[in-house]
């Protein structure tokens, strides 16, 4: 068929094609067709995203100084963790210095050397937790045992078989404790 005439459909789609408006005759009437209105869109969007990177950047530095303030202000934890071994055995060696009498020079000598030694831990942000007679808290205590007691209120700590250490506001080691149980039945 050699038909030159186009068919009705072929028709149609030339008529709806010639009715649409190309890029440039579209009218700047229409929302969302204005170029500058697409510009102040874009703008507006690009402006958001920087804040909102500015804002997350600001966040990264805090962070990043906070970090490093708290690795600044625990930076000798380690270290004063090992020494805590040291002093407990320096306490039980001062315990049997004792056994020979208070006056004699081992017991003074060691005396003046772990207050020495304590002090400076001391200095350092260390802080000997005292447990005996205290509240039992598992924050700070580790309780190892309980035991009767009439004297002693339950849930309370009777003696303490092992001193515990903050250093500053952080728990370095808990108290090993042994806890009442309150007056045996």
Known sequence: MSNTQPTEAEARDTDDAAAMPTDEEQTPDA??????????????RFRDLALRSQADFDNYKKRAAREKEEA??????????????????FELGLAAAKGEGETSPIFSGMSMVLKQLTDFL???????????????????????????????PEGTVVRQTRRGYRMKDRLLRPSSVVVSSGSAK
């Open 31 to 44: 929302p969302g067709d204005d170029p500058t209105a697409r510009m102040q869109a874009d703008l507006d």
């Open 72 to 89: 600044i202000k625990y930076a000798n934890s380690s270290l004063l963790e090992r020494l805590i071994s040291i002093i407990d055995n």
């Open 122 to 152: 001391a200095d350092n942000g260390l802080q000997p937790i005292d447990a005996t007679g205290q509240k039992f808290d598992p924050n700070l205590h580790e309780a190892i045992a309980h035991e009767p007691s009439a004297a002693v």
